[in-house]
């Protein structure tokens, strides 16, 4: 049975592939939906340009499938209201739901009792990782802080040596994933590079620049700063401004047209850029695939309670500079 399963898996993803070239198919196909079957993305910060890149990857595949797909969520970062819209949407009744996490902790007995209703539920770029989440889609955050660490360290710390500030979400899952491994890295193999502790920039420009400025007063010497998110990272670069430091190098994560457009004019040096196209489209396709029961990898699987998707599709990352980043504005946001 499981070598049955394997092969079940492989046809699966060639279908997958097909259906994201464009390939359509018969009406009687098992990948041909229904536009009355209904699926939900749910974000916090919710008008963020980060999230349009998840929801047109998850509407292109809606689109091939023949469902429909819509979106939601609060747009403030603030955990009682992102919970509060999780579960208005889940008391719809969709077919199933995709959301990130703004804290693991906060959104795992909202999606559990989802899944315990028989809503499945299905994470993106930011996890819980000990709910019943049927599968993450996402960066893998941990590699994205080694391999920044190891481009920082190459390219921006002169002999591996110098001061690299950090300011980030603490309490947000993914973030936390980054500079833990970020700082992990530098204490395996770059002894010379001082990595300081994560401050807080709680999700927000004018909190995020305060508690800058306060670690530049503290650490003068402070050459390159990684900044977890975008609203750290606009808050990274007023806090440098302000300070008269127009050489300290920033790099963030995400890709929206505003930071994308700063390093073009010089104001940050780069970013890593994350795909969040493949976060709604493989979103989406699971979710489809486990609704209308197309995997079944082994014998059993729903009475053991066991997800029969893979518990982790990685979306990859790429390095973002003044050199490349036109290539990266994302269709359906402002360049």
Request: aromatic letters at 10%; a negative charge.
């Given at each position: 049975m499981k070598k049955h399963g394997f092969r079940l898996l492989a046809v699966i993803a060639v279908v997958f592939?097909?259906?994201?070239?464009?390939?359509?198919?018969?009406?009687d196909s098992p990948f041909a939906g229904n536009a009355d079957e209904v699926y939900y993305m749910v974000a916090f910060l919710s008008g963020h340009p980060f999230w349009?890149?998840?929801?047109?990857?998850?509407?292109?595949?809606?689109?091939?499938?023949?469902?429909?797909?819509?979106?939601?969520?609060?747009?403030?970062?603030?955990?009682?209201k992102s919970v509060a819209a999780f579960e208005q949407i889940v008391a719809?009744?969709?077919?199933?739901?995709?959301?990130?996490?703004?804290?693991?902790?906060?959104?795992?007995g909202p999606i559990n009792n989802a899944v315990d209703s028989g809503?499945?539920?299905?994470?993106?770029?930011?996890?819980?990782?000990?709910?019943?989440?049927?599968?993450?889609?996402?960066?893998?955050?941990?590699?994205?802080?080694?391999?920044?660490?190891?481009?920082?360290?190459?390219?921006?710390?002169?002999?591996?040596?110098?001061?690299?500030g950090l300011i980030?979400?603490?309490?947000?899952?993914?973030?936390?994933?980054r500079t833990d491994a970020f700082q992990a890295r530098a204490k395996e193999r770059y002894p010379d590079a001082r990595v300081l502790d994560l401050v807080d920039g709680k999700g927000e420009i004018t909190e995020s620049a305060a508690a800058c400025s306060a670690m530049l007063q503290a650490n003068p010497d402070i050459t390159v700063i990684f900044a977890a998110d975008g609203q750290s990272a606009a808050g990274a670069v007023q806090?440098?401004?302000e300070a008269g430091k127009s050489d300290i190098k920033i790099m963030t994560v995400d890709q929206d047209p505003g930071l994308l457009d700063q390093i073009k004019a010089g104001e940050l040096y780069g970013t890593v850029a994350q795909n969040q196209f493949n976060m709604g489209y493989w979103a989406m396709m699971e979710m489809y695939a486990?609704?209308?029961?197309?995997v079944s990898p082994f014998n059993n699987w729903q009475a053991e309670k066991?997800?029969?998707?893979?518990?982790?599709?990685?979306?990859?990352?790429?390095?973002?500079?003044?050199?490349?980043a036109d290539a990266f504005y994302v269709p359906g946001t402002t360049k």
């Amino acid at each position: 049975m499981k070598k049955h399963g394997f092969r079940l898996l492989a046809v699966i993803a060639v279908v997958f592939s097909l259906l994201a070239s464009g390939v359509s198919f018969a009406a009687d196909s098992p990948f041909a939906g229904n536009a009355d079957e209904v699926y939900y993305m749910v974000a916090f910060l919710s008008g963020h340009p980060f999230w349009v890149g998840c929801r047109l990857g998850a509407e292109a595949a809606a689109q091939q499938l023949g469902v429909t797909l819509k979106y939601g969520g609060d747009p403030e970062y603030d955990e009682v209201k992102s919970v509060a819209a999780f579960e208005q949407i889940v008391a719809t009744k969709p077919a199933g739901v995709f959301v990130t996490c703004i804290n693991p902790d906060a959104l795992l007995g909202p999606i559990n009792n989802a899944v315990d209703s028989g809503i499945p539920v299905i994470t993106f770029d930011s996890d819980s990782p000990d709910s019943k989440r049927l599968s993450y889609v996402s960066t893998d955050n941990s590699y994205l802080g080694t391999f920044l660490m190891d481009y920082v360290a190459t390219n921006l710390l002169p002999g591996g040596k110098g001061t690299v500030g950090l300011i980030g979400r603490p309490n947000q899952f993914n973030i936390r994933q980054r500079t833990d491994a970020f700082q992990a890295r530098a204490k395996e193999r770059y002894p010379d590079a001082r990595v300081l502790d994560l401050v807080d920039g709680k999700g927000e420009i004018t909190e995020s620049a305060a508690a800058c400025s306060a670690m530049l007063q503290a650490n003068p010497d402070i050459t390159v700063i990684f900044a977890a998110d975008g609203q750290s990272a606009a808050g990274a670069v007023q806090a440098c401004k302000e300070a008269g430091k127009s050489d300290i190098k920033i790099m963030t994560v995400d890709q929206d047209p505003g930071l994308l457009d700063q390093i073009k004019a010089g104001e940050l040096y780069g970013t890593v850029a994350q795909n969040q196209f493949n976060m709604g489209y493989w979103a989406m396709m699971e979710m489809y695939a486990y609704v209308h029961g197309l995997v079944s990898p082994f014998n059993n699987w729903q009475a053991e309670k066991i997800s029969p998707l893979p518990p982790y599709i990685n979306s990859g990352v790429d390095i973002v500079t003044k050199d490349n980043a036109d290539a990266f504005y994302v269709p359906g946001t402002t360049k």
